[in-house]
Nanobody, 126 residues
């Protein structure tokens, strides 16, 4: 059974940093596309960052570019999202996602991902 489990969310102040982690189990995702999505109340789920590692390629939404960094540790089947200089508008539930198959490119649409975590809340106060 495939599982993605996020951790690392919390309540922080504007300007602070958080590191989200996503632990995958049930299969390896070494050559799959992985992504971090977020969903704020009343809004659609949107991609924050995406990555694929064969070859390595990353994508960042304009709203997080220069502040967020996505990375993987394939040996541990982990995906991370380092979030710096957090803003109140970053407040959302953050979800880890994985594609079903090997991918040479990243995906930015939720429909391209087959596996999802349960989400972790990030709240940034002003």
């Amino acid at each position: 059974q495939v599982q993605l489990v996020e951790s690392g969310g919390g309540l922080v102040q504007a300007g602070d940093s958080l590191r989200l982690s996503c632990a995958a189990s049930g299969r390896t995702f070494e050559n799959n596309a992985m992504g971090w999505f977020r969903q704020a109340p009343g809004k659609e789920r949107e991609v924050a960052a995406a990555i694929t590692t064969s070859p390595t390629s990353t994508y960042y939404a304009d709203s997080v570019k220069g502040r967020f960094t996505i990375s993987t540790d394939n040996g541990k089947n982990m995906v991370y999202l380092q979030m710096n200089s957090l803003k109140p508008e970053d407040t959302a539930v953050y979800y880890c996602a994985a594609s079903r198959y090997y991918s040479r490119g990243y995906y930015i649409a939720p429909s391209d991902y087959a596996y999802w975590g349960q989400g972790t809340q990030v709240t940034v106060s002003s």
